[in-house]
């Protein structure tokens, strides 16, 4: 039986060395770091992030600039806010929540964020950062995972690692910052020849599908380290639904050293980066440290 993976203590614990190194940057630089962050229209589910958001800020001692604009709001409005948000000197980090609205070009919306205050790490030129080993921001949820991986199994030098799931979000920069580790990284995806002969090799799977419980426990090397990155909602009978990852959990538990759960495993991780991220952003604005 493999051990649990808990992403939600070492999240928390994140989460007290941030408030601490905020105390810090608050005392060397005269002002708290800022982040803002802009949501478009009334998706429910951007809703509730944003707020959970805006709360870890202000519990780590961080501004939090909160913009909310309708859902017709005009692509043009929008970006103006943003390079309105890259002159102010209060604002550190800049996250654009998404989806946004199907008139709004995301991706025109992203590129206008000043690449020294993208604390999501969406950016081309951190993309490139990340690609070329340069210093810059990298998305919250995969360097979640690092760190996890990481705190797990201490140096990943030489480690096989496959990742399924080719997202510009997770899986690509999940593979730079394992190469970066000097794992033997294979990214898999739909369209992979025996997707279970490929797992079977890999010491460290990262399951970024969105496919509910598609990762088998047959399909894993005895021992492997499983990071599960899906959040998918099922039916749980009698008109409910419960969280499942892209990994069946029981079943991985049998075979694999170490497993993330859903809920609890990767998803805390995402809002400590974020702060992470919004902290070191700060601090390079004000070289510090």
């Not at 033997?184 to 799977?205: C, E, F, M, N, W």
Request: charged share 25%; aromatic share 2%.
């Amino acid at each position: 039986m493999g051990d649990i993976i808990d992403g939600k203590a070492f999240a928390a614990r994140l989460r007290g060395e941030v408030a601490d190194g905020v105390a810090a940057f608050r005392a060397a630089a005269g002002r708290a770091p800022g982040l803002a962050v802009v949501l478009v229209g009334e998706d429910p589910a951007s809703a509730v992030y944003v707020r959970s958001k805006h709360k870890a800020c202000v519990a780590a001692g961080m501004e939090s600039f909160e913009h909310r604009l309708p859902a017709d709001t005009p692509e043009a409005e929008l970006l103006a806010l943003i390079e309105q948000l890259n002159a102010d000197p209060a604002v550190d980090g800049i996250l654009v929540q998404l989806p946004l609205p199907k008139h709004i070009d995301e991706m025109k919306v992203i590129e206008t964020i000043d690449p020294d205050k993208d604390v999501d790490g969406f950016t081309i030129g951190s993309a490139g950062r990340l690609a070329t080993g340069q210093e810059g921001f990298v998305a919250c949820t995969p360097l979640g995972c690092l760190m996890l991986l990481k705190d797990r199994l201490g140096d990943l030098s030489g480690k096989s690692a496959v990742i399924i799931g080719r997202s510009n979000i997770v899986g690509k920069p999940m593979a730079l910052l394992l190469l970066r580790e000097s794992c033997t990284v294979t990214i898999a995806h739909s369209r992979t020849q025996d997707l279970p002969a490929v797992v079977r090799g890999a010491d460290i799977v990262v399951a970024a599908v969105g496919r509910p419980e598609m990762v088998r426990g047959d399909w894993l090397k005895p021992g492997a380290t499983v990071i599960d990155v899906g959040i998918n909602r099922v039916p749980a009978g009698d008109d409910k639904t419960k969280l499942v990852g892209d990994v069946d959990f029981a079943e991985a538990m049998d075979v694999a050293s170490a497993v993330t759960p859903v809920p609890g495993g990767v998803g805390p991780m995402t809002i400590a980066c974020l702060l992470h991220n919004t902290l070191e952003a700060a601090k390079r604005r004000e070289k510090i440290g």
